[in-house]
């Protein structure tokens, strides 16, 4: 494990509205704000087309290859994330949804693209005097945070 601290500086109270694009929308109000760090909830609506991440093809292979799974119609979703800047010091989130519709679930990464149907409300409390940072790890390929 590793860890380091950081505290609580302001919170927002955000509206994303049709058509927003939930990942790019954030990082761009991140950096409009100038919010370096941040944990995130969201819930709303997720149109069809959605992308999202469902897992690596195999578990412990490597090169990690993901799945992508879009959204057949629109999906009721729940979510909780982290903002982190990457080497070059820009807003990344790392956000995983529940996304629901009648009685079929499925979970997910929303880097890929989640637009908004109608209305996702985002609650964003920023971390200050953090230095963690999203560093890419050649063996995985991810950008791994580093506390």
Same mark, same amino acid.
């Given at each position: +494990?590793?860890?380091?601290?950081? *505290?609580?500086?302001?919170?927002?109270?955000?509206? $994303?509205?049709?058509? !927003?694009? $939930?990942?790019?929308?954030?990082?761009?109000?991140? *950096?409009?704000?100038? %919010?370096?760090?941040? =944990? &995130? %909830?969201? $819930?709303?609506?997720? !149109? *069809?087309?959605?992308?999202? #991440?469902?897992?690596?093809?195999?578990?412990?292979?490597?090169?990690?290859?993901? +799945? *992508? &799974?879009? /959204?057949?119609?629109?999906?009721? #979703?729940?979510?909780?994330?982290?903002?982190?800047? !990457?080497?070059?010091?820009?807003?990344? &989130?790392? +956000?995983?949804?529940?996304?629901?519709?009648?009685? $079929?679930?499925?979970?997910?990464?929303?880097?890929?693209?989640?637009?908004?149907?109608? %209305?996702?409300?985002? %609650? /964003?409390?920023?971390?200050?005097?953090?230095? =963690?940072?999203?560093?890419?790890?050649?063996?995985?390929?991810? =950008? &791994?945070?580093?506390?």
């Amino acid at each position: +494990m590793r860890y380091s601290e950081a *505290k609580q500086g302001r919170v927002f109270v955000i509206r $994303l509205e049709d058509g !927003d694009v $939930l990942h790019t929308s954030i990082e761009q109000f991140a *950096k409009d704000k100038g %919010i370096a760090a941040g =944990a &995130l %909830i969201a $819930l709303g609506g997720a !149109d *069809k087309d959605s992308a999202l #991440i469902v897992g690596p093809e195999q578990g412990r292979t490597s090169p990690v290859k993901p +799945m *992508k &799974l879009f /959204l057949n119609d629109v999906h009721e #979703i729940s979510g909780t994330g982290t903002l982190f800047p !990457d080497e070059n010091g820009t807003p990344k &989130l790392h +956000m995983h949804i529940a996304s629901g519709r009648k009685d $079929l679930t499925v979970t997910g990464c929303v880097r890929e693209g989640v637009k908004t149907w109608h %209305i996702i409300e985002v %609650i /964003l409390f920023e971390l200050t005097e953090s230095n =963690a940072r999203r560093v890419f790890d050649e063996e995985t390929g991810f =950008a &791994l945070l580093k506390p």
